[in-house]
């Protein structure tokens, strides 16, 4: 499943707007169609599993079914 990085601003309720080279990629270099799912990363350590629900001219509107927090982020936070 592919996986995208977002800031906080693109998300809104229980939909995400990808845009710019994250639309470019989902569209046209992954060829990705309505229904099939992507994983959404956030600048807050959550990871979001969604669906594409709308492909628009100028951005793709994704659908959340499941937030979790990112395995990939630790859970200790460390200051050098």
Known sequence: MPKFFVNNSDI???NIN????NMHHLVNV??????DEVTISDSSG???TCFIHEIEKENVI???T???KSAAEPRVKISL
């Open 12 to 14: 809104s309720g229980d």
């Open 30 to 35: 992954l060829r990705c169609k309505a229904g």
């Open 66 to 68: 499941d937030k979790m």
């Open 62 to 64: 994704l659908k959340i």
């Open 18 to 21: 990808l845009s710019g080279e």
């Open 46 to 48: 959550f990871d979001y």
